[in-house]
């Protein structure tokens, strides 16, 4: 009970793009203008940063490729995402969490999925339930994975399972869990959820999420169904 009482809080970090027209959510461009995509990529940022932002945390990293905007909401800090592939992004992002708050567990996710609530975060990573395990990992419906969390995160162990990691394509998230694996870590299964990549994409997690910023943006666009099909 007592190492349960002294569990540090997690840190937390979504790793994002500055949602400018042409820069984000191309794949939803047609039916969208790269305005409208812009639009729906800050309206899933707000809704990640606002559930996150109600998840017990010790600190709340935004790992941004750009400018902050209107969409970040108190109690975030800004660090800006190094040079490189998404690997070595991914890896800095832990490496910076780990040297901001040695010993306390960080848990990353992106902008994709903002049908995301906080108890599918705040439960695993609780001091009682995050007992004995040493990651956590969230699958995507694509093959990729929308989380990722290290109990005890390292800039080495982040390069091990991060460097040179195939990103973006259907094997990546095995690739991710082998990788694990072979580090001997205990992993903690997250929901599978589905990022917003295409047009169908957006449609789906709307419907399943429809009192989101993401979801009522989407309505506001207007867009005919069989276009986002």
């Not at 991914?90 to 306390?104: E, I, N, R, S, V």
């Given at each position: 009970?007592?190492?349960?009482?002294?569990?540090?809080?997690?840190?937390?970090?979504?790793?994002?793009?500055?949602?400018?027209?042409?820069?984000?959510?191309?794949?939803?461009?047609?039916?969208?203008?790269?305005?409208?995509?812009?639009?729906?990529?800050?309206?899933?940022?707000?809704?990640?940063?606002?559930?996150?932002?109600?998840?017990?945390?010790?600190?709340?990293?935004?790992?941004?490729?750009?400018?902050?905007?209107?969409?970040?909401?108190?109690?975030?800090?800004?660090?800006?995402?190094?040079?490189?592939?998404?690997?070595?992004?991914?890896?800095?992002?832990?490496?910076?969490?780990?040297?901001?708050?040695?010993?306390?567990?960080?848990?990353?996710?992106?902008?994709?999925?903002?049908?995301?609530?906080?108890?599918?975060?705040?439960e695993p990573l609780s001091p009682a339930a995050r007992t004995g395990?040493?990651?956590?990992?969230?699958?995507?419906?694509?093959?990729?994975?929308?989380?990722?969390?290290?109990?005890?995160?390292?800039?080495?162990?982040?390069?091990?399972?991060?460097?040179?990691?195939?990103?973006?394509?259907?094997?990546?998230?095995?690739?991710?869990?082998?990788?694990?694996?072979?580090?001997?870590?205990?992993?903690?299964?997250?929901?599978?959820?589905?990022?917003?990549?295409?047009?169908?994409?957006?449609?789906?997690?709307?419907?399943?999420?429809?009192?989101?910023?993401?979801?009522?943006?989407?309505?506001?666009?207007?867009?005919?169904?069989e276009a986002t099909q």
């Amino acid at each position: 009970m007592r190492a349960v009482l002294a569990a540090p809080p997690p840190t937390l970090l979504v790793i994002a793009k500055e949602p400018l027209p042409g820069r984000v959510k191309t794949r939803l461009t047609p039916p969208c203008t790269p305005e409208q995509a812009a639009a729906l990529a800050e309206a899933a940022l707000a809704d990640t940063l606002h559930t996150l932002g109600t998840v017990p945390a010790g600190r709340r990293l935004l790992v941004l490729a750009g400018r902050p905007g209107r969409w970040l909401p108190p109690g975030w800090q800004v660090v800006p995402q190094v040079g490189g592939g998404l690997d070595r992004r991914l890896a800095a992002a832990f490496a910076h969490a780990a040297a901001c708050a040695p010993g306390a567990p960080a848990l990353l996710v992106g902008m994709d999925t903002p049908q995301l609530t906080a108890p599918m975060l705040a439960e695993p990573l609780s001091p009682a339930a995050r007992t004995g395990f040493d990651a956590w990992y969230g699958p995507a419906t694509d093959g990729g994975f929308w989380a990722l969390g290290l109990a005890r995160p390292t800039a080495r162990l982040a390069e091990q399972l991060l460097a040179g990691l195939p990103m973006s394509v259907p094997g990546t998230g095995a690739a991710l869990l082998d990788r694990l694996a072979a580090a001997g870590l205990t992993v903690g299964r997250l929901p599978e959820l589905t990022d917003v990549d295409g047009p169908a994409d957006a449609r789906l997690v709307a419907a399943a999420a429809p009192g989101t910023r993401f979801a009522g943006r989407l309505r506001s666009l207007d867009l005919a169904p069989e276009a986002t099909q």
